[in-house]
């Protein structure tokens, strides 16, 4: 899953990318809306988390600008301002969420994923394919009752994989869902990841390579 955070106060901007990525998401950060909107136009984020008071083009300015677009991505208002009206506003402006500071991570996490499943067509929250099971809320892969321990990347890889529902993902494709901004392109990263990936899962293969293309499951 990818995800931008956009965030004025960058100690809490840094904390929430950390522990998101902790959850095996790749994450982008921005400090202002101007930067929020200009990473927006360029990648397709599953989730964008938002403050409302930001520097630059106002928060409440950027989730219009995404809702007229019809911006792909779910938009998580996460906001000092948490007054009912202030949560009104914000779900009529184009928010599909919205939270209120102080948050319990655990709920942030939660309400991210509960986001990012609400895709077309829509996917259940624990993913089953050719024998394997991905949960994404507690973290845990298994494939035939076995369990499987995946590093975070690993196991961002698998779950981009089993959300594909045995179409094809390009390499591209996973390097976008499943690394950051800060990925270079032009590495070898998804084919290493793909390969230990296959020998965690064990035989026989169930991530399948199709040439010239990329793989599925």
Same mark, same amino acid.
């Given at each position: 899953?990818?995800? $931008? ?14 522990? =998101? ?32 008071? $930001?520097?630059?083009? @106002? ?6 600008? =995404? ?8 938009? =998580?208002?996460? %906001? ?8 009104? %506003? ?14 319990? !991570?655990? +709920? ?6 509960? =986001? ?22 507690? @973290? ?18 698998? +779950? ?15 390097? +976008? ?8 392109? !032009? ?5 290493? %990841? ?8 064990? +035989?026989?293969?169930?991530? @399948? %390579? ?8």
């Amino acid at each position: 899953m990818r995800v $931008l955070v956009v965030e004025d106060e960058q100690v809490l901007a840094d904390a929430v990318a950390v522990g =998101l990525r902790r959850e095996s998401m790749a994450v982008d950060v921005v400090y202002d809306g101007d930067s929020a909107l200009e990473r927006a136009s360029v990648n397709d984020y599953d989730v964008i988390v938002l403050d409302r008071d $930001l520097p630059g083009t @106002h928060g409440d300015d950027v989730c219009r600008s =995404l809702a007229a677009e019809s911006y792909p991505g779910r938009i =998580l208002m996460l %906001t000092a301002a948490g007054e009912l009206d202030d949560k009104v %506003t914000g779900l009529t402006i184009g928010a599909d969420d919205y939270m209120a500071k102080p948050f319990a !991570f655990a +709920e942030l996490i939660a309400r991210v994923r509960a =986001l990012g499943r609400r895709a077309a067509p829509p996917l259940p929250p624990v993913l089953r394919r050719n024998g394997v099971t991905l949960d994404p809320a507690n @973290h845990t892969v298994q494939r035939d009752g076995r369990d499987i321990a995946l590093t975070p990347k690993e196991f961002a890889v698998l +779950e981009v994989l089993m959300r594909a529902n045995g179409t094809v993902v390009s390499a591209e494709g996973l390097l +976008e869902k499943a690394w950051d901004e800060n990925a270079d392109p !032009f590495t070898n990263v998804v084919r290493v %990841t793909v390969m230990t990936l296959r020998k965690k899962l064990g +035989e026989p293969q169930v991530i @399948h %390579t199709v040439p010239g293309a990329g793989y599925r499951i």
